[in-house]
């Protein structure tokens, strides 16, 4: 496997995420708790105040941690956070769709430990609820998770260790 780097596999979860979460979310809709899937999942930082989406869903890198190898391969964990916003609905409604909307993003990612083939593991590792997150009190919901995936790191095929 090519090392992948952040970029690309934040790319890559994007994308998992966009293909499979839809299912998921119609499974654990409910009459009093809607489940629409996020217009937009985003790469990076969201400013709630630029965007009018009742759910909105970002995927924000944290760091990278390099585990011990040979001088030209090895093994990088990156840590992502997946946060999911709630927003525009009565109280309890938001609470219940932040508590939803952790589940499925948390099943999707467990269920697709790869990727596709993209990274060699993805674990979900911490999820951090935050039940008042808006200006206005409960007025917005928060959940972020913390999710670990595994790829091949190291040095670029073309480099020389050795010079």
């Not at 009018?52 to 391969?73: F, M, N, R, W």
């Not at 309890?92 to 099943?107: G, N, P, S, T």
């Not at 670990?148 to 790191?153: F, H, N, S």
């Amino acid at each position: 496997m090519e090392e992948i780097g952040v970029e690309e596999n934040g790319s890559s979860l994007c994308r998992y995420i966009k293909e499979k979460l839809p299912s998921c979310l119609e499974r654990l809709e409910t009459s009093d708790t809607p489940l629409p899937m996020p217009e937009k999942v985003l790469f990076g930082v969201a400013d709630v105040s630029r965007h009018e989406q009742k759910v909105l869903l970002a995927i924000v890198p944290y760091s990278i941690e390099e585990s011990e190898g040979t001088i030209g391969d090895a093994e990088q964990s990156q840590k992502f956070v997946v946060g999911i916003v709630c927003r525009g609905r009565a109280y309890d409604v938001l609470i219940r769709q932040m508590c939803r909307y952790a589940k499925a993003v948390a099943e999707v990612l467990r269920g697709g430990w790869s990727l596709g083939g993209a990274v060699l593991d993805v674990a979900v590792n911490r999820t951090d609820f935050y039940p008042d997150a808006g200006t206005v009190e409960k007025q917005m919901t928060v959940a972020e998770i913390e999710v670990t995936v595994r790829t091949e790191g190291g040095m670029p095929s073309e480099t020389d260790p050795f010079e």
